[in-house]
């Protein structure tokens, strides 16, 4: 770990007003991810902004019908919300599935969505790595890549991103919004939020440089049964190899999924389909699988079985 | 005057068990739980103003160091010194490490240490350890096991010999009606133990003092003394609590070198604990084996010919996995051979981890008796009956084995487990989701014990005081030597006090192969004949004639209490247990039964133990409670060999690349369901005095065979290749 320095925001318009100034700086909430990153030196940030005690920490329902959700909301209190577990229960159960209970108490809505990639090359700071040093290579491609994407691959990347809480948000069509240096707020639909590698996969949201979260944003609740699946080496505390966010009901079919890709997955034209073949033929369309890892397309199709079974 | 242990044990006061035998709370237990135990890395009582020594790994995996630039780490703030070969003075290898503790500049193995920072805060040595700049001249290496097995040598001998063979065993599977021959492989795995080596090192004069984490203490300072060139006696060693070792800590790892030479550059005590992620690829782990097993059968399954293969690899100068030692003992059949080849890997060091040989011997052995048993159509627990033998089966019934209670361990497992509601034929069983199969498998290690000391203080209130280097590395060994004394000097356990892991004590077996507790508890045993003897003496008893009973010595109508019969001044004495060629004129094992039931996602191919259970025998159980919480934690790790724990290779770079706990998958509780463990009355009095052997590391041998066996009898796919993690299963019902 360098030596930084530190201070500590009031308002989130101060925040990112400080982060503005300083540009080698990151905002640290919980810090479960970023802390590991600092003592690796893969992230080595000169200024710390400690947004934990912005008033961000709230679950409110929205006008329109829908739920806002504070930034700074701890994971446990998300996934334990009586809201979010009687109208959103994917994400309840995407939360519940991921990390462990330790971890979930500390960290946060916001920097769930922004965790680095577990691709063990990013780790290893003697490896190359286009995400860690952008132009050194991708040790993944060639090495060993059992657990890493198969979807929207690049030459220069194949890392997953690891959350199981943004697959069900995207899977939820949240929003997420923020706020700049200048006082000036967005919403982001998390769709394009997450970036897919292309030549750039150290660039990997849709966030300006200084941009804070504030909140992510769900709409109105969607009616059906709602599951997450996760598949993993282990039954808990180990990240997914394939996951499905899934919502069946009475007006449709949603799927989201974990595991493949460098951002949470979605094929909305796949929701038309019906049937675990037909719909993993169209969500898998153009994969780039390497021998250890092309097990995840039957993996998918036969958990798909198994999620519209359940649903 | 050595106890000498070379005829079977008669009666003795151990038989009474008032003490001995009987469930105990592990007396190191309250200061576990509550965090007074201090491990070697929280010595602030003995070195209050230790420097941080921060260790910098090789970034390449073979190849030289042409230049060490510690400019700018030196120049960080707070950095004392930066140790590297080149300024360490002269070092020596001790014979029992194969690589170098500290690289230079020959680098043998990827994260092999090059320099230790020593930094007045911790943080301030892990920044400038980034600091040191190497260059290096990255050379090639060999890394990939498939690719170096064809052609390579035998090993040499070492802790068994490399190759064994009886009858011919090539006509007797030649001629059998019902043939097995498999090949199957187990990954290279990390001992993944809680505590990370670590070391707290001070000089006073020429005199080092090592707090450590540490199995072996004797072993240890021998090394220590060896590698710096100093004397035995200038080396003290402390390691009184460990957090686990499972045979990475058998030597001194880099943490205690390093910390010994930045206390010595310094002229401070300096500390040095491994990083996580540097701990899988610095320290030994347990090497890969490919394993081709051949079984010659008649058709009720009775083995006539047996052959067991093994291939494995190390640094030059290493040594084998010894996986297919089992199968000199296991069953029989007048037909044997077995193997273990050695191939050259550029990996970092293979050694010694939780039951090296048969722990992975087993896991291929046991699913070749699974296929033998369905070949020829016999229940698996009753193709292990058939072949049971009560000699050693390579030396004939000239050797008998000591004790064996294989098939006792196998009739009451199975009945206890619920064996008879199994159905042979394989994907027959269905609950809801889950695939559910049943599966066993039998455990097998040897029993070896070793010379033992102790000393024995009885203070004139009749307090007991053990004092020997015998190690705990979470085993409960405080335990049982305090109740090996207790029973020999007739008093409750909490007037024993048992004070360990130093080398100041008489020195002790040490902690592994499973040989601890029987050698430790002997010489505990030994030290309180020769202090019986000597309070009778001094009490004026014929000692032939006194008892030591209920805190008194006792003789005829006279009844003196242990402490005044002791005196005021109190009786010191310092005694050793020997072994003699019992050994060699027994076969010496312990044995055991896995039975397992697994479900396997129809769908997702996902494994989770639903129950999990074994019978074993092991000599006298000394401490049934904490014995028990060993074959438990046993058999977990045996879930980790089956299903998920493997270091994974990268054959261009060299290197074991999911080097930390988060990639490095152990069982977690959810995958771990009750786990029912019987063991079987036994006394081995041949053995050791107390009739005892180890159990510490036979409850992980088999209990993967039995997940493995248990996933077939649920999916009819018939995995060979551990881990069986669930894309190989897939691939198996998909191909179907």
Redesign the interface.
């Known amino acids: 770990m360098k030596p930084f320095t530190y201070e500590r925001a009031s308002t989130p318009a101060e925040a990112a007003a400080m982060a503005a100034a300083k540009p080698a700086s990151r905002f640290i909430a919980g810090g479960t991810n970023l802390l590991d990153l600092m003592k690796l030196q893969i992230e080595t940030p000169q200024h710390l902004i400690d947004v934990n005690r912005l008033d961000l920490d709230r679950v409110e329902p929205t006008k329109d019908g829908g739920l806002r959700i504070g930034a700074l909301v701890r994971n446990t209190d998300l996934a334990a919300n009586k809201i979010v577990r009687r109208d959103y229960a994917v994400l309840s159960r995407a939360l519940l599935a991921g990390a462990s209970g330790q971890l979930r108490n500390k960290a946060t809505t916001a920097g769930n969505l922004l965790q680095r990639t577990r691709c063990p090359y990013f780790y290893d700071t003697t490896k190359p790595c286009n995400k860690r040093k952008p132009g050194s290579g991708c040790a993944a491609l060639g090495g060993i890549n059992r657990g890493l994407a198969i979807m929207g691959t690049s030459e220069a990347c194949i890392a997953t991103h690891p959350s199981d809480m943004a697959v069900a948000m995207r899977l939820l069509d949240a929003s997420v919004e923020t706020v700049s240096a200048d006082g000036a707020t967005r919403a982001i639909p998390i769709a394009d939020f997450h970036q897919l590698p292309g030549k750039t996969p150290h660039i990997e949201t849709a966030l300006r440089p200084g941009e804070l979260i504030t909140a992510v944003t769900l709409p109105a609740p969607i009616e059906g049964r709602h599951v997450y699946r996760k598949v993993r080496d282990r039954a808990s505390y180990a990240f997914a190899l394939i996951s499905v966010a899934a919502i069946v009901g009475p007006k449709g079919q949603r799927f989201a999924f974990g595991g493949l890709a460098h951002k949470p997955w979605r094929v909305e034209a796949a929701e038309k389909l019906s049937g675990p073949d037909a719909i993993t033929a169209s969500v898998t369309l153009g994969a780039k699988t390497t021998p250890q890892n092309a097990f995840k397309i039957p993996l998918l199709r036969r958990t798909l079985g198994a999620v519209l079974a359940e649903a | 005057m050595p106890l000498k242990f070379d005829t079977p044990a008669g009666i003795n006061p151990i038989d009474r068990q008032n003490v001995i035998g009987r469930p105990q709370d592990r007396l190191d237990g309250p200061l576990k739980v509550s965090g007074l135990a201090p491990y070697a890395y929280e010595r602030h009582d003995v070195a209050p103003d230790a420097a941080y020594g921060v260790m910098v790994g090789s ?2 995996a073979t190849g030289r160091i042409v230049h060490i630039d510690a400019a700018d780490a030196e120049a960080a ?1 707070g950095v004392i010194a930066v140790v590297t070969a080149a300024n360490a003075g002269p070092l020596k290898k001790a014979d029992s490490h194969t690589a170098k503790l500290l690289a230079g500049p020959e680098v043998e193995h ?1 994260d092999q240490a090059v320099a230790l920072v020593v930094a007045e805060t911790f ?1 301030q040595a ?2 400038a350890a ?1 600091l040191v700049r190497v260059d290096y001249a990255p050379g090639k290496g060999r890394f990939d096991l498939a690719k170096e097995k064809d052609g390579a040598p035998l090993s040499p001998d070492g802790f068994a010999k490399a190759a064994s063979k009886a009858g011919d065993f090539e006509a007797g599977f030649k001629k059998a009606p019902v043939k097995i021959d498999q090949t199957y492989s187990t990954p290279d795995q990390a001992h993944a133990m809680m505590e990370p080596h670590a070391t707290t090192a001070r000089w006073d004069g020429d005199q080092l003092t090592l707090w450590t984490s540490n199995q072996m203490i004797a072993w240890s300072v021998r090394d220590t003394a060896t590698t710096l060139g100093i004397d035995k006696s200038k080396v003290r060693l402390v390691s009184p609590y460990v957090g686990g070792g499972f045979g990475s800590k058998l030597w001194i790892r880099a943490d205690a070198l390093l910390a010994a030479l930045g206390a010595k550059a310094t002229g401070r005590a300096v500390k040095v604990a491994l990083a996580r ?1 540097q701990i899988y690829n610095n320290t030994t782990h347990r090497p890969a084996t490919i394993q081709r097993i051949r079984i010659g059968a008649d058709k009720d399954g009775v083995i006539d010919a047996i052959g067991h293969e093994s291939w494995s690899g190390d640094l030059p100068g290493g040594g084998a996995e010894i996986a297919a030692i089992q199968t000199r003992q296991l069953y029989g059949g007048a037909n044997r051979m077995t193997a273990h080849y050695l191939a050259t890997l550029d990996l970092p060091e293979g050694n010694a981890m939780r039951a090296p040989g048969e722990a992975v011997g087993l896991l291929a052995l046991e699913i070749a008796m699974d296929e033998l048993a369905e070949k020829v159509g016999v229940d698996p627990v009753e193709l292990r009956i058939r072949n049971d033998v009560q000699y050693d089966p390579e030396k004939g019934p000239s050797v008998p084995f000591s004790s064996r209670k294989l098939v006792e361990c196998l009739r009451t497992g199975a009945e206890r487990f619920g064996w008879d509601r199994r159905n042979p034929k394989p994907g027959q069983m269905r609950d809801g ?1 889950w695939l559910v199969g049943m599966g066993m498998a039998v455990a097998f290690r040897g029993a070896p014990a070793t010379k033992s000391a102790a000393r024995i203080i009885v203070d004139g209130k009749g307090r007991v005081t053990v004092e020997t280097d015998m190690t705990d590395i979470g085993t409960g060994s405080y335990t049982i030597l305090g109740q090996t004394a207790a029973e020999m000097m007739g008093v409750p356990l909490d007037h024993v006090t048992v004070n360990l892991g130093d080398s100041n004590f008489p020195a002790s077996s040490g902690s592994g192969g499973q040989w601890g507790a029987a050698s430790s508890t002997a010489g505990v045993y030994a030290a309180c004949v020769a202090a019986r003897a000597a309070i009778a003496q001094k009490a004026g008893f014929n000692a032939d004639d006194a008892d030591f009973v209920d805190g008194h010595v006792v003789a005829g109508n006279r009844r003196v209490k242990l402490g005044d019969a002791a005196g005021p001044d109190g009786v010191t004495v310092v005694d050793q247990i020997e072994f003699g060629d019992l050994s060699k004129k027994f076969a010496q094992a312990t044995f055991g039964a896995h039975f397992v039931e697994v479900g396997v ?6 494994v ?1 133990i639903r129950r999990m259970g074994g019978a074993f025998a092991a000599g006298r159980i000394l401490n049934p409670k904490s014995a028990r919480s060993q074959v438990i934690g046993a058999m977990t790790m045996g879930i980790g060999a089956a ?2 724990e493997e270091l ?1 290779v ?1 054959t ?2 060299g290197y074991f ?4 706990m ?2 490095y ?1 152990v ?5 771990v369901p009750h786990q029912d463990v019987f063991f079987v009355d036994e006394l081995d009095d041949k053995a050791t005095p107390l009739k005892a052997k180890g159990v510490g590391e036979l409850g992980i041998c088999g209990a993967g065979a039995a997940v493995a066996n248990a996933i077939y009898n649920a999916t009819g796919v018939r995995l060979r290749d551990y881990p069986l ?3 190989k299963i ?2 198996g019902l ?1 191909t179907a």
Request: glycine share 0%; proline share 7%.
């Open positions: 970034a390449i703030p990827f943080e892990r920044d980034k992620p989701r996602d129809v769908e997702t191919c996902e989770r299903l998920m994974i990268d261009r770079f690349v999911n080097h930390d988060a990639e998958h069982p977690v509780h959810a995958d993690t669930l894309d897939l691939e998909e």
